[in-house]
């Protein structure tokens, strides 16, 4: 049972191991599908924000990012993209365990969430060299 009276654990935080064996699996098949996979012809980008307004979003470079993970070269997975690599490495982790504490308090939460898109989205405009210092 959850910290609520009669109501049900989500079967995820029942089974964690179990639940984050399945997801690393899933991760590191996507991975290595990634990294042999080659299209040729494909569009220089599939995200619609950047083809409509020519700037990165903070998720530019996550498949390469994978990608370069299922190569085995996790700088440059890192490089490509930070915020999409952290959220695929960490899914395989999401609501198996109890959250922190500052983590229920909403306001922290929009902040975290805000400050991780904001500093994806300086990283890649310096990455696309859209901004220089």
Same mark, same amino acid.
């Given at each position: 049972?959850?910290?609520?009276?009669?109501?049900?654990?989500?079967?995820?935080?029942?089974?964690?191991?179990?639940?984050?064996?399945?997801?690393? +699996?899933?991760?590191?098949?996507?991975?290595?599908?990634?990294?042999?996979?080659?299209?040729? @012809?494909?569009?220089?980008?599939?995200?619609? /924000?950047?083809?409509?307004?020519?700037?990165?979003?903070? /998720?530019? @470079?996550?498949?390469?990012?994978?990608?370069?993970?299922?190569?085995?070269?996790?700088?440059?997975?890192?490089?490509?993209?930070?915020?999409?690599?952290?959220?695929?490495?960490?899914?395989? /982790?999401?609501?198996? +365990?109890?959250?922190?504490?500052?983590?229920?308090?909403?306001?922290?939460?929009?902040?975290?969430?805000?400050?991780?898109?904001?500093?994806?989205?300086?990283?890649?405009?310096?990455?696309? @060299?859209?901004?220089?210092?």
């Amino acid at each position: 049972m959850s910290a609520v009276a009669g109501v049900p654990a989500p079967a995820t935080a029942r089974r964690p191991a179990r639940t984050v064996a399945v997801r690393l +699996g899933a991760v590191v098949a996507a991975a290595l599908v990634l990294a042999v996979i080659h299209v040729p @012809g494909r569009p220089r980008t599939l995200c619609l /924000f950047r083809a409509v307004t020519g700037l990165p979003c903070p /998720f530019c @470079g996550g498949t390469t990012a994978i990608a370069d993970l299922g190569r085995g070269r996790p700088l440059a997975a890192l490089l490509a993209s930070p915020l999409s690599l952290g959220l695929v490495l960490g899914w395989p /982790f999401v609501a198996t +365990g109890r959250r922190p504490r500052w983590w229920s308090d909403r306001r922290v939460r929009v902040g975290v969430t805000v400050a991780a898109l904001v500093a994806a989205e300086v990283w890649q405009l310096l990455r696309f @060299g859209v901004v220089t210092f």
